[in-house]
């Protein structure tokens, strides 16, 4: 079964930094994608970013400029880098991954901004 375990959340102020990691039970090569999602509060879950096995990034509507993902193939690990954090990212981050048309998703990291 594959885990992905994700770290990095908590409560920052608004202009403040994060990133989140996502760590793979298994060779991150091993998926299509590899990928970032967002959930605010009484809202529908959104696409934050994602890596294909090739490389290729891919960023949701908006997403792109203040957010950038990474990843580190040798610790099986993807990363999201926030900059510019603002009141409106306020949400839980989830980590997802696919294989063919199997899709997993981590337990989720809460992202607080607040003064």
């Known amino acids: 079964q594959v885990q992905l375990v994700e770290s990095g959340g908590g409560l920052v102020q608004p202009g403040g930094s994060l990133k989140l990691s996502c760590k793979a039970s298994e060779n991150i090569f091993n998926f299509n994608t590899m990928g970032w999602y967002r959930q605010a509060p009484g809202k529908e879950r959104d696409f934050v970013a994602k890596i294909n096995v090739g490389g290729r990034i891919y960023y949701g509507d908006s997403m792109e400029g203040r957010f950038a993902i990474s990843r580190d193939n040798a610790k099986n690990t993807i990363y999201l880098q926030i900059d510019g954090l603002k009141s409106e990212d306020t949400a839980v981050y989830y980590c997802?991954?696919?294989?063919?048309?199997?899709?997993?998703w981590g337990q989720g990291t809460q992202v607080t901004v607040s003064s």
């Open positions: 997802h991954a696919n294989i063919l048309s199997r899709n997993y």
